[in-house]
Every structure is written in structure tokens, then in C-alpha cells.
């Protein structure tokens, strides 16, 4: 069983920055983040297998928005510089014991956090 952990949103202008963090309790091999807009899908933003660091992201934050792990303190993080109105939602990780596969569906995922609320203006 992992138990997540979000921190770190918040209000920002549009061009700011925020930076999410993810604190895992137990051992995931794979964690993602999600966006969910209210009455919208959850959307994979980006993930990464803790093992070696690979990384993936979707289309929309390429270039803007950079996920990290410290596997000393089990804690996942989302860089999220350039920020746009867009990208205002509230921010989930979620974790999986497997590898990278269907990382966009976040039926993939068996554990997630509570959520952290970004919002740009």
C-alpha cells in the first residue's frame, strides 16, 4: 500500500512558477502527475520510474514543466515554470508499482494523493 502525499500549489500570475511536491510512503516504482479541470477528465502531465529517472510528459507542458524524484525522502517533484491559465486544476500524483506503460490513463494508477489546487490568473 502507498499513501500520498501533494504540497505545494497555489495562486500565481500567468509566466510563474510553482513547484509540487509528492511525498510516497512505501515503494512505487512509477509516479505521475494528473491534472483535473473541474467537470474534465484526469490528465497525465507527466512521469517518472524511480528507478533510473526516465521521464515522460504530455504535449502541453513540453519544455515548461519538469518532474524530478529524491528516492532519499521518497518525494516526487513537478517543476512547473512558464505557467499559463491553461494550466490552472487541481494537481494529483499517483503511484504504481510497475513500470512506465499507460501512464496517460489514469486507470494505470492504483494509488492516489488528495490533490493540491494550482490556479494561474
Known amino acids: 500500500h502507498v499513501q500520498l502525499v501533494e504540497s505545494g500549489g497555489g495562486s500565481v500570475q500567468a509566466g510563474g512558477s510553482l513547484n509540487l511536491s509528492c511525498a510516497a510512503s512505501?515503494?512505487?516504482?512509477?509516479i505521475g502527475w494528473f491534472q483535473q479541470s473541474p467537470g474534465q477528465e484526469r490528465e497525465g502531465v507527466a512521469a517518472?520510474?524511480?528507478?533510473?529517472?526516465?521521464?515522460v510528459y504530455g504535449d502541453s507542458v513540453k519544455g515548461r514543466f519538469t518532474i524530478s524524484r529524491d528516492n532519499a525522502k521518497s518525494t516526487v517533484y513537478l517543476q512547473m515554470n512558464s505557467l499559463k491559465p491553461a494550466d490552472t486544476a487541481m494537481y494529483y500524483c499517483?503511484?504504481?508499482?510497475?513500470?512506465?506503460?499507460?501512464?496517460?490513463?489514469?486507470?494505470?494508477?492504483?494509488?492516489w494523493g488528495q490533490g493540491t489546487q494550482v490556479t494561474v490568473s
Open positions: 512505501g515503494r512505487a516504482n512509477t
Open positions: 499517483a503511484a504504481d508499482l510497475g513500470a512506465i506503460g499507460d501512464w496517460r490513463n489514469s486507470a494505470t494508477f492504483a494509488y
Open positions: 517518472i520510474y524511480t528507478g533510473d529517472g526516465f521521464t
